[in-house]
Each structure stands twice: as C-alpha cells, then as structure tokens.
C-alpha cells in the first residue's frame, strides 16, 4: 500500500523554480498566490517555503537566470573580439540560443511590467544590457560597417524586438530548432530581400 508521505511530489530548488516560472506564466504574477504554487508542485505550502521565502523569492530567481545567461553573452570571446559587427552577430546568435535554453525563464523577463522590486530590478538590468548593444551598434557605424545615419538606440531596439519576438512563436523540438541563432542573425544582418543584381 503506497502512503501520502510516499506519494508526495519530490523538488528541489531548481524543479520549484521551474514550476513557479509556469505558473507565473500562466496565471500572471500577481494573480498568482503560494497555494496555487504549492498545488502545482503536489507539495504543502511549508514545503515551498522550505525552499524560498516566497514569491517575490521565486520571480527575482527566475529572473536571475535569465539575466545570467544574457549578461554571460557579453563576455564571451566572440562579444568582445572582432569587429563591433561581428560582435552583434554573436551575441544576437547567443540570445536566440539563450532564448531557447531558458525559454520559460526568457519569456516570464520579458513580460515583467515593474510592478515589484524584482521587476523593477529586471527591467533596469534589461535596460544595461539594451545600452550595450546600441554602444556596439554605434561602434558599427563609426566603423562603417552599419549603413551610416542609422540611430543606435533605435537600431539595438530594433534588434531587441526581432530576437525578443521568436518568443511568441518559438517551440521546442520544431524542425530548424538548431539553426534557428544563425537564421536570426542572418536575417538580422543581411536582410531577407535578395542581392540587386
């Protein structure tokens, strides 16, 4: 005979986390409370706490890791070596793969609004990391190697918004799935028009 104790759902930090993330996804954060988290996960609401001090907890550690893995980018060889053109091709392919590595963590980033510190905190952070590509961008032009007269704010928010969009269509194990970095990118950087003859 199989007892309650034997039957309970077993987690850890990272299995929590991930739990929450699709939760916090599904539901929103703030319509989202520690008893639908704990239903979801199969244990007690002590349980979850045993493991974070709650959901301002849960959201700021999700958020981390997907700020981790964009930062992380910008230190790679292929980020800071090379031409500034070179370098944007990199990092846009590193996003879409970070992207597709964390894609419940990259998603929950992406839809925070600043309606808790956590978020608030995100959304400086995106905004450093947004600074850094229209350095890289400026970078570019000046090097002529981006269409001079091209706005460097405007140029790394454009980026932004073409890898962040592959959110909303992006699913796992699709056909393409491995070449998808370098589509984007070179999409990104060479346009999906073919050469004038």
């Known amino acids: ?4 104790r034997a039957r309970r759902a077993v987690h850890d930090r ?21 008893e639908d988290l704990s239903r979801a996960a199969g244990i007690t609401k002590s349980s979850f706490y045993h493991h ?14 997907s700020l981790a893995g964009l ?5 790679e060889p292929g980020a800071t070596d090379g031409t500034p053109l070179a370098r944007l091709r990199h990092i846009v392919r590193g996003q879409i793969a970070v992207l597709q ?17 956590s978020e608030r905190w995100a959304l400086e952070q995106r905004r450093t990391f947004d600074a850094q590509i229209a350095t890289l961008v400026r970078e570019a ?12 704010a405007l140029a790394a928010r454009l980026l932004s918004g ?6 909303e269509w992006y699913r796992p ?17 060479e346009g999906i028009l073919p050469a004038a003859g």
Not at 141 to 152: D, L, M
Not at 162 to 167: I, Y
């Open 1 to 4: 005979m199989t007892t309650a």
């Open 14 to 34: 990272s299995s929590l986390l991930e739990v929450a993330v699709g939760e916090f996804i599904t539901r929103g954060y703030d319509a989202t409370s520690m």
């Open 52 to 65: 974070f001090a709650g959901k301002e907890a849960l959201l700021r550690a999700a958020l981390e890791r």
């Open 71 to 75: 930062f992380a980018l910008l230190e």
């Open 101 to 117: 590595r964390d894609l419940p963590y990259v998603t929950l980033l992406l839809r925070v609004r600043g309606n808790t510190e």
């Open 141 to 152: 032009v000046e090097a002529g190697e981006i269409r001079v007269g091209v706005e460097p």
């Open 162 to 167: 073409l890898v962040n969009s592959v959110v």
């Open 173 to 189: 194990g699709r056909p393409g799935a491995a070449q998808l970095p370098d589509d984007v990118a070179r999409a990104a950087f």
